[in-house]
């Protein structure tokens, strides 16, 4: 069965960087879309960035532009979200979650992982 | 960006009941990139709905997505146990955004 397994979280000061994972398995990783998205306590959704199935396209929110890179190892069916430049709002829960289809991506998401808290506090 | 407003934001029902979830959008979304997800407490959203109307793997037939252009509507004909929660729109026309959520509680 599809499993998306994030790890890295943690409480980071603000201005510093963190390294998320995403562990893929019961899937062809390297055909599929996955994106980040996150999701602040006790608030909504908020999409993040998606890395194409083969790394070659990668596109971010507006919110993190600039601070943060998505990449992954399809030989190692891992994702991964280097966080730089900390702000307290970026505090939330991160998901990796599968794009809906493989190939092209059509930004639904149709498998997600547990998620992992980052909490950016001094 | 588009901007999805979900009403109502809290909805009061009892088991057996049907639900009817509303998503406007700030502008015309294509029905092919409208979704629906269903989150509970303490875990990561499920898929319901892709394409406005066209149910995930595994979702039951009570589940239904109708709507067209900036009027979309999430429909659960008789709420089990387990529907309760709260309910996620998304559009992903543009840079994909979220709803802020319609919480299904028990009445």
């Known amino acids: 069965q599809v499993q998306l397994v994030e790890s890295g979280g943690g409480v980071v000061q603000p201005g510093r960087s963190l390294r998320l994972s995403c562990a893929a398995s019961?899937?062809?990783?390297?055909?599929?879309?996955i994106h980040w998205v996150r999701q602040a306590p006790g608030k909504g959704l908020e999409w993040v960035a998606v890395?194409?199935?083969?790394?070659?396209?990668?596109f971010y929110a507006d919110s993190v532009k600039g601070r943060f890179t998505i990449s992954r190892d399809n030989s190692q069916n891992t994702l991964f979200l280097q966080m730089n430049s900390l702000r307290a709002e970026d505090t939330a829960v991160y998901y990796c979650?599968?794009?809906?289809?493989?190939?092209?991506?059509?930004?639904?998401?149709?498998?997600w992982g547990q998620g992992t808290l980052v909490t950016v506090s001094s | 960006e588009i901007v999805l407003t979900q009403s109502p934001g809290t909805l009061p029902l009892s088991p057996g009941e049907r639900a009817t979830l509303s998503c406007r959008a700030s502008?015309?979304?294509?029905?092919?990139?409208l979704a629906w997800y269903q989150q509970k407490p303490g875990q990561a959203p499920r898929l319901l709905v892709y394409?406005?109307?066209s149910r995930a793997t595994g979702i039951p037939d009570r589940f239904s997505g109708s709507g067209s252009g900036t009027d979309f509507t999430l429909t659960i004909s008789r709420l089990e146990p387990e529907d309760f929660a709260v309910y996620y729109c998304?559009?992903?026309?543009?840079?994909?955004?979220f709803g802020p959520g319609t919480k299904v509680d028990i009445k």
């Open positions: 998304q559009q992903f026309g543009s840079s994909p955004t």
């Open positions: 890395i194409s199935s083969d790394g070659s396209n990668k």
């Open positions: 394409g406005a109307s």
């Open positions: 502008q015309s979304v294509s029905s092919s990139h």
């Open positions: 979650a599968r794009d809906g289809t493989s190939a092209t991506p059509s930004y639904y998401f149709d498998y």
């Open positions: 019961g899937f062809t990783f390297n055909i599929y879309a």
